[in-house]
C-alpha cells in the first residue's frame, strides 16, 4: 500500500515500470504448473530404476504370485516403450492378454473399480489400502468418470480441487 500512495502522490503508475526478468526454471519452480515442470526432468532411467526397486519390493511381498506380477510389470514397461505395437499415426493397437481383461459386467466402470478397489467404502480412508492399487485411463474423459463414480459412491461432503 505505502508504494501504491507513493506512486500516487507523484502521479505515477506500475505499468511504467519494466517487469522484473525471470530465467525460465524460476518461473517453473515458482510461478508455473509443477507438473509441466515435474514432466520436463522426466528421466527414462531413474523411473526404471524406481520401478525395479518396486517390483523387487513387491516381489519379496507376494513371492506366490511373482510369476504374474512379472509378466504384467513386463508387459506395461513393454507398452510405455512403444514396444508392443508400431505406431500407426499416433494410434497404436495393443493385444491386452486375456488374463488382464475384465468380463462380464454391465458397466465398466463400476466393474472396473469393484475389481481395482474391492469393499472401497470400508477401506477408502485406509491410506495402505489406496497406496497399494491404481487405475491406469487412455483419456482424461475416462479418468473423470472414474473419479465421479468413485465420488458419488462415498458419503458426506465433496471438494474440487482445481490445479
Do not use: C
Not at 514432466?39 to 516381489?59: A, M, P
Request: net charge negative; hydrophobic share 35%; aromatic share 12%.
Amino acid at each position: 500500500m505505502e508504494i501504491e500512495k507513493q506512486l500516487q502522490k507523484n502521479r505515477r503508475s506500475l505499468k511504467e515500470f519494466k517487469p522484473m526478468s525471470y530465467t525460465d526454471d524460476y518461473v517453473m519452480d515458482f510461478l508455473g504448473n509443477r507438473l509441466v515442470y515435474d514432466e520436463r526432468q522426466y528421466d527414462i532411467s531413474t523411473e526404471k530404476d524406481k520401478f525395479q526397486d518396486l517390483f523387487k519390493s513387491l516381489r519379496a511381498l507376494n513371492s506366490s504370485n511373482a510369476q504374474e506380477i512379472e509378466s504384467f510389470s513386463k508387459w506395461i514397461l513393454d507398452v510405455g516403450d512403444g514396444k508392443i505395437s508400431e505406431p500407426n499415426d499416433e494410434y497404436a493397437e495393443i493385444t491386452i492378454p486375456p488374463e488382464f481383461l475384465l468380463t462380464d459386467f454391465v458397466d465398466p466402470i463400476e466393474k472396473i473399480v469393484t475389481s481395482t478397489y474391492p469393499n472401497l467404502l470400508e477401506n477408502f480412508t485406509n491410506l495402505d489400502f489406496l497406496q497399494s492399487r491404481a487405475i491406469l485411463a487412455s483419456t482424461i474423459e475416462i479418468v473423470d468418470e472414474i473419479n465421479d463414480y468413485i465420488t458419488n459412491l462415498l458419503s458426506g461432503y465433496h471438494t474440487l480441487y482445481m490445479t
